[in-house]
């Protein structure tokens, strides 16, 4: 699917056909994150219409991003939330998955000539080419790739009071900062606060469903964008977009902006707001 042509949008009212590109920088989400005068954290997921953002690789190597659900249209408003980003929060299983070659890219995000648009977006707004990495990992099991070990991004590595000293240590001279958020494991306000420190408004996560977890535990999730691919899959093992213990406090969010997108089998991107 290519990523021209127009989408419709339904919510809010009037219902209208507005082009597919820019429909997320329409959102600006940095303005939202200066009103907040605090870190405004996002999340984002593709999934099925069972509920499928993951399914078993055929070769037993764990989960993937199922190959018919994934699709440029919905990669390239990916990347319009990834490009208003001060930090992205990944995770030490992204890496190893990235190491072996079975990840997705967002670690060159922009790096691809139809997102050249995106890189001037940046490049206007006096930002720094790619946004910052955070890794949320409690056993600091996985390797730095090249591209984040030699380049000039800015990489923070988050992780917990038990965390094996010396491997903080190594992966301090990799990558300069190491960060306790937790004791026994990350927690969401002590991501947030720590991301607040660091001088980090705009975050968009791009981490997996205990990550997502972990965010609406402490209630630090502002936003939710979704795309619901009109297919079922089925399967025994999969992922859904959000995996962990029942939540002490349920997190509810308003539909702030719904769109259907007929291109394929049709899908729908759909934007949710914490209520507060």
């Known amino acids: 699917m290519s990523d021209a042509g127009p989408v419709t949008r339904l919510v809010p009212q009037p219902a209208a056909t507005v082009p597919l590109r820019g429909l997320y920088l329409e959102h600006d989400l940095r303005r939202l994150a200066e009103a907040a005068g605090r870190p405004y954290v996002v999340a984002n997921f593709v999934t099925s219409l069972d509920g499928r953002i993951a399914v078993a690789r055929t070769d037993g190597t764990g989960l993937t991003v199922p190959s018919n659900i994934a699709n440029d249209r919905d990669w ?23 190491a072996a070659g079975r990840a997705q890219e967002i670690l060159r995000v922009y790096d691809d000539p139809q997102f050249k648009d995106l890189r001037i977006w940046r490049a206007d707004r006096g930002l720094p080419a790619q946004p910052a990495l955070a890794i949320i990992s409690g056993s600091l099991d996985f390797p730095i790739p090249a591209v984040l070990a030699d380049g000039d991004r800015d990489v923070v590595i988050f992780t917990t009071e038990e965390s094996d000293p010396a491997r903080i240590c190594e992966l301090e001279r ?11 494991q990350v927690t969401g306000r002590g991501l947030v606060d720590a991301i607040a420190s660091l001088g980090y408004r705009t975050v968009y996560s791009a981490a997996g469903p205990q990550v997502l977890h972990m965010l609406l535990a402490d209630q630090v999730l502002d936003r939710l964008y979704l795309t619901q691919v009109g297919r079922l899959l089925g399967g025994a093992s999969f992922s859904s977009i959000v995996e962990g213990g029942l939540l002490e406090r349920p997190v509810d969010m308003r539909l702030h902006s719904l769109t259907y997108d007929a291109a394929g089998v049709g899908q729908l991107f759909m934007c949710y707001e914490r209520l507060t």
């Open 76 to 98: 390239r408003l990916f990347q319009e939330l990834a490009v208003q980003a001060d930090l992205i929060i990944s995770s030490g299983r992204y890496l190893r998955d990235y």
């Open 174 to 184: 990799q990558t300069g900062r190491v960060i306790i958020a937790g004791a026994q």
